[in-house]
């Protein structure tokens, strides 16, 4: 399509429509003006607004920013609350860890809580790109659980 005058190639027009079908330039263009919102009053064009939702389902990752995610934005969000709701998972798993190793276990006990603590980074960074991808996925082994702590 034409930015400047709207002309779309009819499908007819067999030589404009193999001749843009497959151009990464044209197909940029396509996608920011898909982006974009003519408004009827005064005939510009206006961005769309942008949609944070899996950005914030994805800070659910952050420690204990699950309760704020959850009761503040998760009202409307279903994607928000899942991975609310994973976080929390997440979150008590590695409490109870922190006081399992309080006690010192002798001999590994040092190898074995970075162990459980680099586990646990993984799979909130798991969690998290899931967030971003919008996609309710739920945490390799704490998600299978299936606990639905937040409700």
């Known amino acids: 399509m034409c930015i400047a005058c709207g002309w779309k190639p009819e ?3 067999s030589v404009f429509s193999d001749l843009l079908k497959d151009n990464p330039y044209i197909n940029a263009m396509q996608e920011v ?3 974009m919102k003519k408004d009827e009053a005064t005939g510009e064009y206006q ?3 942008h949609d944070n939702t899996p950005w914030i389902a994805a800070a659910s990752y952050l420690g204990p920013a699950f309760l704020y995610t959850y009761f503040v ?3 409307d969000s279903e ?3 899942f ?3 994973q976080a929390c ?3 008590c798993a590695q409490v ?3 006081v399992f190793y309080r006690k010192k276990i002798p001999v590994i006990g040092n190898a074995l809580k970075k162990a459980t603590n680099f586990m646990f980074f993984v799979l909130a960074f798991i969690g998290a790109r899931a967030a971003v991808a919008d996609d309710k996925k739920p945490l390799p082994v704490l998600g299978e659980l299936n606990l639905t702590i937040l409700k």
Do not use: T, Y
């Open 11 to 13: 499908a007819s027009d």
């Open 96 to 98: 109870v860890s922190s």
């Open 79 to 81: 994607l928000i609350r």
């Open 89 to 91: 998972v997440l979150f």
């Open 73 to 75: 934005k998760g009202k």
């Open 47 to 49: 961005k769309l607004p």
């Open 83 to 85: 991975h609310a709701n």
């Open 33 to 35: 003006m898909g982006q």
